[in-house]
């Protein structure tokens, strides 16, 4: 079993940024790929961000590369999403998700069926 609890979420100015942690618990090989989740309302659940836990390799969603960058402490059993350069549309609930197993990191990676665990969510907004 595994559990995670995000924190960090806040208001903001666009421009501004935020860093969202996730605090994980439970057996490793059940977090092999840990990601970052939005879900803004009337929208569908977009993945944002994921990392392979055991190499530390990354993937991002187009809307976020160059802006948000995922990474994880290891010795805290953390998951971060640091979030620059922050605009109106990122505005959203943020999941942190976890699974085991193993799979191509792509756009495969971001898709939301894969995961099989999930945290309570985190709000974000972002004014212009």
């Known amino acids: 079993q595994v559990q995670l609890v995000e924190s960090g979420g806040g208001s903001v100015q666009a421009g501004g940024s935020l860093r969202l942690s996730c605090a994980a618990s439970?057996?490793?090989?059940?977090?092999?790929?840990m990601a970052w989740f939005r879900q803004a309302p009337g929208k569908e659940r977009e993945g944002v961000a994921v990392?392979?836990?055991?190499?530390?390799?990354?993937y991002y969603a187009d809307s976020v590369k160059g802006r948000f960058t995922i990474s994880q402490d290891n010795a805290k059993n953390t998951l971060y999403l640091q979030m620059n350069s922050l605009k109106p549309e990122d505005t959203a609930m943020y999941y942190c998700?976890?699974?085991?197993?193993?799979?191509?990191?792509?756009?495969?990676?971001?898709?939301?069926?894969?995961?099989?665990?999930w945290g309570q969510g985190t709000q974000v907004t972002v004014s212009s």
């Open positions: 990392i392979y836990t055991s190499a530390g390799s990354t």
């Open positions: 998700a976890a699974v085991g197993g193993w799979f191509a990191l792509s756009n495969t990676a971001l898709d939301s069926a894969k995961y099989r665990y």
């Open positions: 439970g057996y490793t090989y059940s977090r092999n790929f």
